[in-house]
């Protein structure tokens, strides 16, 4: 979340100005002094913007979502005309897959004496 992104960027420059003592540190500190102002005033407010911006916009995307089917209207094994008309649609399906079957394997026997070149 951006909190957390806050809190470890800002985390990551006391640990700069924590652990760059004495003199030598100096420059360090004064740089992670710097660059901790423009994020405050600049990136971190970008980042924000952009977060709030794309979590509205995964929210609408959310709203736009299909919606999952309704609820079967009967029971399961109960027998309606819709039921039965899809019982024969099924049946057909069968056999026109058997008959499609059938015909992959006459083709995929075939010989070089079953073809006559062109």
């Known amino acids: 979340s951006i909190d957390e992104y806050k809190d470890d960027t800002l985390l990551m420059f006391a640990n700069c100005c924590k652990y760059n003592v004495g003199p030598a ?10 660059q901790k102002k423009l994020w405050k ?6 980042a924000k913007s952009k977060w709030k911006d794309e979590t509205a916009k995964r ?7 299909p919606k999952p089917p309704p609820p079967l ?8 005309e ?4 899809a019982a024969a ?4 399906t069968t056999e026109s897959r058997a008959k499609e079957a ?13 073809v006559r070149p062109l």
């Open 25 to 34: 540190g100096q420059w360090f500190r004064n740089e992670a002094n710097r």
């Open 41 to 46: 005033e600049g990136i971190l407010q970008e």
């Open 59 to 65: 929210k609408r995307a959310l709203k736009r979502a």
């Open 73 to 80: 209207a009967f029971a399961p094994g109960k027998k309606t």
């Open 82 to 85: 819709k039921s039965a008309a």
């Open 89 to 92: 649609a099924a049946t057909t």
């Open 102 to 114: 059938n015909e992959d394997a006459a083709i995929n026997n075939l010989t070089a004496d079953d």
